[in-house]
């Protein structure tokens, strides 16, 4: 089964049941006569706007029910415990990904001030594929938190040989709270999309807290292009644009010092960024 969250793309995608309206493609059935009408283009827009609208509060309505997070859990617990399954099916874009966080991380270290190798935490870690083919070559220790049981098991295994890892917390991000001063980097990725904006920015927060002198926190997430937070009810997330995130990311008193596309991943799906996080 692939899962729709890396391989969609804006306008393109076949598995979100809601296309926001301002990406639905235009018929070619159009009548002439539109074009020419002086009054059709305002109309257009305003009937598109509405639509908007519409759909913002829909997606609103959706993240302030309970069943956000029921569902994506409900979702995932259907998921495979293998890397194509939390690439969504392309499981190819494992080295482009891990190759352009490599460099990302490495140019954290290179800043002025920069974190320390000590602790690392992998949020949203899924099977443990950031923690094996990244983390653990940084840091001396590695917290892995993740709320699917089944992926923490499939990671205790596939990372069994590794002296690095630290904990395996079965847990939603909405209640991750580390101890004060406890990790160097915060690792967040292709995860945030299932938090709502008010529990993302009290994850920001908790996360803010939880780093030592120097830390940071990093967050590779897709963004959308069409300028407005779309839906996935499949796999029940949202995809942001960088607006938002960028908004939310002020809202908790971080501050952005590193922002980065991600390289070299196939066309068609949605923008990947790269950000470096300290508290203000
Ligand atoms: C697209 S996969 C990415 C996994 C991993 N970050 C990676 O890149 O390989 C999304 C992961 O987020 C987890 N997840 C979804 N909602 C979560 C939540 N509220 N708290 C923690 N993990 C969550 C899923 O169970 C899944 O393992």
Redesign the pocket.
Known sequence: MQ?S??IKSTGTTTTTTTEPAHTTTMSTEEPACAAADPEADTADNDSEEEEDEEYAKKVKLVQENPAF?TD?AAY?NNVPATVNG???GFAHINAPDICGSEIFLQSIFKMKNAPGHGRAVDC???IG??TKHLLQKHFGKVDL????QS?LDRAKESLKSSPKVGEYLCQ???HFAPEPGTYDVVWS???LG??TDEDLENFFRRMARGLKPNGVVVVKENVTSSGIVELDEQDSSVTRPESLLLEIIDKAALRVIKNTKQNNLPKGLYEVKMLCLRPK
Not at 145 to 148: D, I, L
């Open positions: 899962n969250k890396i997070y994506a995932w939390m690439l969504g949203g870690a899924g594929r950031i938190v993740e709320q699917c992926f939603g991000l909405q990725q292709w995860v299932h938090l």
